[in-house]
Each structure stands twice: as C-alpha cells, then as structure tokens.
C-alpha cells in the first residue's frame, strides 16, 4: 500500500488541541526562549531537564505542575542551572521536585521583565508516566513435551494509571490532536488504558447482537504447534472488565483452563467459546489447522516446493469465483492464486465517500478485526475455496495488513467537523464495533471520558498503536516506521503484544490453508519488527515454517536518502544490508530466509540492481508488471518510466501483453516469484470500487444525492470460457487467461507449451 492522495483527502482534518482547564494567565509561546528536553515521573516526583536561551545573567525558569485540572500557585517546581551556554547560546537546566498526583505542567521563564512559556499558545505538556510492567498470565505447560511452551503476553496491563479528566466540548470542537504524539515520544500514555471498553452492552439503544458482551469481555485464540504440525495447543488470551473468572467451551468441552490440546485426529474446525462468572459471553473464530489442509497433489513438480513459480493476482474477486477459477489456473500452469485481505474491515452502505466512490477498493486496507470475513465472502467460504484451489494443484496466498488498523475519523460513532457538520458512522464487514478518535465531540457513556482507538474483536486498545504524528520526514526511519500512514492508526509495532497479537493472525492464514502472504506496508513496520514477526510466527508453527511457504514484503523504496535509507546505504533501516541480520536473531536459519521475499517499488523493470550491485541475490525478490496500487488516478506510480504498462490506465493490450511476455522471458537475473495483476476496468466516471455487485450505487440507502454516487455494477468474474483482455468499463479483464502469457509463463518453470483447446478455451488466443 502506497501513500495514496484520495486517502490523504478522505482522512485529513483540521486539528485542534483544547486542554480542558488550561490556566488563562498562560500566554503564546514566542519563539525558542525555552524548551522541554526530557521528563520523567516516578514515585510523584516530576523531574527533567530544559533547554534556556541565554538572554541575561539573572533569570527564573519555574516548572507549573497540576493534578487533573486543580492548578494552585504552591505547584511548582525551581529548576536550576546546571551547565552552558553552548555555543549556540543555550544552557541546560534541570528540575526535580515532588508532584504528588501531576497530569500536566508548563515552564516559565522570566528574564530582563519578559516572560515566556514551554509549550505556549495555551498547550500544556501531559506527565509521561512510567511504563507499567505487564504481568503475564499463567504460563500453560503442553502434555506433548514436542509442543514448546505457550506463554502470552497479557491483554489488559495489571495496573493502569489515572487518565487528565475531561469536560464535554462546546460549539463545533472535537476531540482531534487530543492523541497527537508530544516530543519526541511515538508512544500512547499507558493510562490511555483507561478508555478502552466503549462498545455498548446489551440493553443501549446502540447495541447490535455483533457486539457481542466486547462491553464486558475480549480475548482471542493463539495456536502454538508441534515442530510436524500434527499436535497444537490452543490457548485462550481473554480479559473481563472487572476480573471475572472465565471459563472456556473448546468444542463442546468446558473447562476452567484456557488451554486445550488437540492433534491430527481433529478433522473440523475447533469452535471456542468464553464465558465469564456472570454469563457474559465472547464466541471467538472457529480455529482449522494446518494437518486439516487439502493435499497439493496436483501442484505441478517444477515449482520446486512452491518455491518458485508465476502468481496470479485476482483482484476484487469473490471467493466462490476464485474458488471456480482454480481449474483453469492449475491447468494453465501458474503455482498460485493471491487473494486480497481476508479479514474483516470498514463497509457501509449509508455513505459515499469524499472522493464519491461507493464501497470503494480501498476499504479492504483498513482493517477492523482479524476475523476471516471481508467483502469477498466468509471464513468458510474462505476455507470452501482454499481447498478447491489446493485440490488443482494451486496454492493460496492472503494479503496481509498488519502495519495499520482504519482511517482516523473512521468507525462506527457519530462525528463532527470543525465546521460543525456532522456525519455518521461505517459499520464492518463483520459488524463488529470498533472506534477512533478523529472527528469525535461526544464523551463515551461506557467510559466517562473522550473516544480513544479501539477494536474489541482483535482486540486492540490506545497504548497498542502509536501516538498520532504523521510521516513527515521520508529520511528518517522512526518517522517512516511510527508515523500513521495517510492517518492510518499505526500499531506499536515494537509492542511484544502487538508482535504477538500479529503472528497469532498470520498463523490462523497458515491453519487455515494460505501457503503464505505478501505484507503490505512492511516498510512501514521496518526490518527489526518485521523480523521479529516472523521469528514469533515460526515459534508458534513449532519452529518449522510449512514445507512451501513464501512471503513478499511491500517495501516502496523512494530515491536520494530514502533509498539510502532503507536499500543501499546500510544501516538500522535497510532491507537490503540489515534485514538479513534481524532475521537471524529472531531465530530464523538461512533456509527460511530465502523463503522471505523483497516486492521493491524500485528495482525492477526499471532499475535493477538500484544499488548497482546485488546485495541480496535476485532469488530474494519478487517481480511484476503493474500491480493493483498504480491504477488509480490519484495514487502516487511506482516509476517504471517505459519499462512497464499499467492495463487500465493505458489501455493498450498489445503494449501491456508485452511487458508480461518480457516478465517470464528475461533472464538477466534469476528471480524466482513472479506476480501477474489480474484487475478490472474502472467505471468512466471513476468509479472504482470491485464488480462484485457490492458497489453498485442501487445499494446505497444513505442522504446524499444518488447522482453523485460513483459505483460498479456487478460483473461476474468467473466466467468458464472467458479469454484474456477483456476490455469494457466494469469488467475483469483476466489477463492471466492470455495463452501468449500462459505459454510465455510455461516457459520460464519448464513446462511444455499449450493451446487454447487444451486450456479449455477454443476460439482464444
């Protein structure tokens, strides 16, 4: 996923920060006089140190401290010089005092009869608490000693500090830049905990059945398997709102420990169900597991294990189609079917969106949950399909969103801009609840305080994303990795939970039949995260990565100190020079490295090697023509200058069919995944969304004029005799079904060539 303006437009507001109680005495800040450099509060002791311009001998520097909103002039602390002027003009000062119960403070500075003040323009710095220790639960030992042991990072810290309070809003304000990162700091204050648990309980007005009791209860499913994937143990990591005891069905088997160990004599899906002392309840997702997967009996043996081989990429649709298409793909040749995200994510049928389109593409990149249901269908058709795929021989693969949950501003509450026009909430493909901050003016009745980030059904809360910044400096690696994406809630990445919480979703793909996934956004989650990802990936699949598995890595690689950055120059940041060495320490061996593959924006066709050599062999990436990113208007083109065309931009066949004949025929390298985009053709008004039938503007119910909707009627995407190139606005175009390209692609894997009748599509060229 690339930095794409449509969404820079659809999740951009004007923020404001409004500290509820702010002292009137405190005026703007004038330029750089004094600063803030650190702080740190333990034991109610406020401490830190400030930069001071030196302006005169004889000056003031006060730290103003308040507890919630109670300021009083007794609340302060002298800070005292301690070295300098530098030779920039600046001396340091420190402070420390006692500040029993501090949320928020200011500095003054008073020198020659002017006063100034850090942070100024009525903003307040909040206490950085110190970091609560999460106190894991109980570790459950397996009965299989080949099953290593399942410990889990908790959900919910065991102690969570005291939130600011806040009063409701006034006029047309809101809650946004309440949750923008101060300093230097990228992380949430551990009491934004504080907030989580805004779904409405059973009984409110706003309640849906989908919501479950996520008023009163979270959690979710880990699988921990043995080294040959015949024996797991499934752990339950649930949390009550008010420390229930829980108890947990496994199937039909109830139980008072969250753990259950089942084997290969297992040949359904494992149904769960949490239950808390006063009947609250939480049904988790089925679990399936990898010794149920069909056989890739079919699977063509040039593939060399599935690890090389062409993919085709159907994008938007359906499962059931996919599912119908797979005897074609298998017989064509190719070794796999990508699909897009199959986890829940933003819907909504009572809105078109800023840029008009109705349920538009880019909705599948903005995750809700990691529950298996997405607009293209649900996790048993999901599963119905993955085994008529892996039945002809083609192996699956998901697209994998991980870096990222939705859009700020986007969820299930209602909003308000700052011109104070309001606007409802999108519900989810699932259903289930899920919430932001961003455009929201109303204090939540379940918490007694302001929005905050969060998606029960994961379930993720505040302190698991980072703090609102955006990325505002593409050199620099912590801005890239911590900053929200075109206002993306960006996960902690760093967060052994969120690590964790991540390789339990990417092995729930695996259990359920995925031979692996592309990444989106990984350079987004940077080499250390994502390496360490993988390394708690591959612990819980027993410290054996299935047989055939592969992964790709979207990394958008931009030129001048960016591709320094994180391609060429080495370094914390590079995939190219570090990625490697981060894979090894997370536990990963040489052979499951070469599994992992680099889809680089910049190396081919048009520059390869980028950094003039190899640093990594060719074999580590994976190659395409256009991919699905580059064909909107608006969305920012991975530069193939003449080297490539984009089909539904263009719309030259010819010139296109040749560029996918020269991806199989080129041998100046030896590049072992080759990726083949099969899309459709956007609407000639710029509708965009997927011809499943589900953007069809007829479904929109909402306010706004029908005549401004921008939709695609349904078309249907299996269709048993279609050849390639289809060409008309709304429709597939199922360019993997070209015989050139087929045979081009047979080629390359060492196949005999084919024909149209043997194909099953005479008359097609």
């Not at 008073?110 to 608490?129: E, H, Q, R």
């Not at 059945?209 to 994937?229: E, K, R, T």
């Not at 990691?370 to 693969?397: F, Q």
């Not at 005999?752 to 005479?762: C, D, H, Q, Y």
Request: with cysteine; proline share 6%; hydrophobic share 35%.
């Amino acid at each position: 996923m690339r930095c794409l303006g449509f969404l820079l437009t659809l999740f951009s507001f004007p923020l404001f920060l409004i500290v509820s109680g702010t002292p009137l005495h405190q005026n703007s800040k004038r330029a750089t006089e004094v600063a803030l450099i650190d702080q740190a509060y333990n034991n109610n002791v406020l401490s830190g140190s400030i930069n001071v311009q030196n302006i005169a001998f004889l000056k003031v520097v006060t730290v103003v401290w308040a507890a919630g909103n109670s300021w009083s002039d007794s609340q302060t602390i002298t800070a005292t010089w301690s070295s300098g002027p530098d030779s920039s003009g600046y001396e340091l000062w420190t402070f420390s005092g006692n500040a029993p119960g501090a949320t928020q403070f200011y500095i003054r500075y008073t020198v020659s009869g002017t006063t100034y003040y850090d942070p100024g323009n009525n903003i307040n710095y909040l206490v950085k608490l110190p970091p609560t220790p999460f106190v894991a639960p109980p570790t459950i030992a397996a009965t299989d000693t080949n099953v290593p042991t399942v410990t889990l990072s908790p959900v919910i810290p065991a102690s969570i500090p005291t939130d600011v309070p806040v009063t409701p809003l006034t006029g047309c304000q809101n809650w946004n830049g309440w949750d923008n990162c101060w300093g230097n700091s990228f992380e949430f204050f551990a009491s934004s905990e504080r907030r989580r648990w805004q779904t409405p309980p059973k009984g409110d007005a706003a309640y849906f059945p989908s919501f479950q009791d996520y008023s009163d209860l979270v959690g979710y499913a880990d699988i921990q398997y043995n080294p040959g994937h015949t024996v797991a143990v499934v752990t339950v990591n649930a949390a009550s709102k008010t420390g229930e005891q829980l108890s947990y069905n496994f199937g039909g088997n109830v139980q008072d420990s969250p753990s259950i160990r089942v084997n290969s004599s297992l040949t359904d899906s494992l149904p769960i169900t949490v239950t808390s002392a006063s009947g609250k309840q939480l049904v988790l997702e089925p679990l399936n597991f990898i010794w149920q997967n069909v056989p890739l009996t079919a699977a063509q043996s040039s593939f060399i294990g599935g690890q090389k081989g062409a993919i085709v990429e159907l994008f938007g649709w359906p499962y059931n189609d996919v599912a119908k298409e797979c005897s074609f793909i298998g017989k064509a040749g190719y070794m796999g079917v990508k699909v897009w995200p199959p986890n829940e994510h933003v819907w909504g049928s009572y809105h078109y969106e800023p840029d008009s389109q109705f349920r538009p593409w880019y909705f599948v990149y903005q995750p809700v949950s990691y529950r298996l249901h997405s607009r293209h269908g649900t996790r048993e058709e999901l599963r119905a399909m993955i085994n008529a795929c892996r039945a002809a021989g083609v192996r699956v693969y998901a697209d994998a969103v991980i870096n990222h949950m939705t859009g700020q501003g986007t969820d299930i509450q209602n909003h308000r801009s700052s011109d104070c026009s309001l606007y409802s909430g999108h519900n989810a493909t699932d259903n289930s609840p899920y919430f932001t901050s961003g455009n929201t003016f109303l204090i939540n009745p379940f918490t007694g305080t302001r929005p905050a980030l969060e998606y029960p059904a994961v379930p993720y809360a505040a302190t698991d994303f980072h703090c609102q910044r955006d990325i505002t400096d593409w050199s620099n690696g912590e801005s890239i990795t911590k900053g929200w994406l075109v206002s993306l809630a960006d996960l902690n990445s760093e967060k052994p939970y969120v690590q964790d919480r991540i390789a339990t979703y990417l092995a729930d793909l695996l259990s359920i039949g995925f031979s692996g996934f592309r990444v989106d956004a990984a350079k987004h989650i940077g080499p250390q995260s994502q390496a360490q990802i993988f390394g708690r990936l591959k612990s819980k699949l027993g410290g054996n990565f299935p047989g055939d598995f592969i992964s790709w890595l979207e990394v958008i690689v931009g030129g001048g100190a960016e591709k320094d950055l994180e391609a060429c120059g080495g370094g914390e940041w590079s995939w190219y020079t570090n990625f490697n060495n981060k894979l090894s320490a997370a536990g990963l061996s040489s052979d499951d490295i070469e599994k992992i593959k680099i889809w680089s924006s910049a190396d081919y066709p048009k520059e390869h090697p980028i950094c003039g050599r190899w640093i990594i062999p060719p074999s580590r990436f994976a190659i395409q023509n256009d991919d699905h990113d580059q064909q909107n208007a608006g969305s920012s083109p991975r530069d193939m200058g003449d080297r490539g065309s984009v089909l539904i931009k263009e719309k030259n066949v010819g010139k296109h069919r040749n560029f996918e004949l020269l991806l199989f025929a080129r041998t100046d390298a030896d590049w072992y995944i080759k990726l083949l985009l099969s899309s459709y053709m956007f609407m000639d008004d710029g509708g965009a969304g997927f011809p499943d039938g589900l953007s069809d503007c007829a479904l929109y119910t909402g306010p706004q004029p029908i005549s401004g909707c921008k939709g695609v009627p349904k078309d249907q995407a299996y269709v048993a005799n279609a050849c390639g190139y289809t060409m008309s606005q709304g429709k597939y175009t199922r360019p993997h079904r070209d015989v050139k390209i087929i045979n081009a692609m047979r080629g390359w894997v060492g196949l005999n060539r084919t024909t149209a009748s043997e194909l099953g599509i005479p008359g097609c060229s």
